[in-house]
């Protein structure tokens, strides 16, 4: 259940660095942006969310910021650990009151010890 | 925790025939959702559901596929003529207040 394409980008980080996973997103309308996490095996997780409207939110460990005029966004991961190799991906709401949410390709984040 | 469940983990199917993916999303949840994944490719939204009915759907959601909320926990994906194509990861979800909380998928693979 994960994103396992031969061309996924790949993230290798020390234990307890910071790790920025970024995301270019393709609708300038887009309003609300998600981050997932997701484990081999597993399900997409959800870790964190911003609108539009922000430009930055934190929550535990992670912040995630947006940069409208680029389209662009990153999630930060502070203290990396090794719970927290994965794949990431961000997906974007188009806006409007639509649900078809634009999945993202997704980052493969992997923890050095 | 309250998860989404979803059966089969896997499953098997000949070309041509119906397959029903079920799920059984978090309880006290309203909206609920259909994704799939191909191997090596990106998540898709397939279909949203809101108050037994569908609100809205994809491109690939076309007339081989359908959505039931057959009794008060269940949710079902139904693909009554399996094409190659379809063969992927699937994915429920469902919506609380604050976020989505996904399945762990049932992988079809269609021969």
């Known amino acids: 259940g994960e994103s396992v394409g031969l061309h996924l980008p790949t993230l290798s980080v020390q234990e307890g660095d910071n790790s920025i996973i970024n995301c270019a997103y393709s609708?300038?309308?887009?309003?609300?942006f998600i981050w997932y996490k997701q484990e081999s095996g597993k399900g997409p997780q959800f870790i964190i969310d911003?609108?539009?409207?922000?430009d930055k939110r934190q929550g535990q460990r992670v912040t995630v910021l947006l940069n409208k005029t680029v389209k662009h966004l990153s999630l930060q991961i502070a203290a990396t650990q090794p719970g927290d190799s994965a794949v990431y991906f961000c997906?974007?709401?188009?806006?409007?009151?639509?649900?078809?949410?634009?999945f993202g390709t997704g980052t493969r984040l992997k923890v050095l010890a | 925790e309250p998860e989404v469940t979803q059966t089969p983990s896997h499953q098997v199917t000949q070309m041509g025939q119906e397959v029903i993916l079920r799920c059984v999303p978090i309880?006290?949840?309203?909206?609920f959702y259909w994704y799939r994944q191909i191997l090596g490719q990106k998540v898709e939204f397939l279909v949203s559901?809101?108050?037994?009915?569908?609100?809205?759907k994809s491109e690939i959601f076309d007339d081989q596929f359908s959505v039931e909320r057959p009794d008060g926990s269940n949710f079902t994906l139904k693909i009554r003529s399996t094409k190659l194509e379809d063969s992927a990861m699937y994915f429920c979800?469902?919506?609380?207040?604050?976020?989505?909380?996904f399945g762990p998928g049932t992988r079809l693979t269609v021969l």
């Open positions: 309880s006290n949840h309203l909206y």
């Open positions: 997906a974007e709401n188009p806006g409007s009151g639509t649900y078809k949410y634009i």
């Open positions: 979800a469902s919506r609380g207040r604050d976020s989505e909380y």
């Open positions: 609708n300038s309308a887009s309003d609300y």
């Open positions: 559901f809101y108050n037994n009915e569908i609100s809205e």
């Open positions: 911003i609108r539009s409207n922000m």
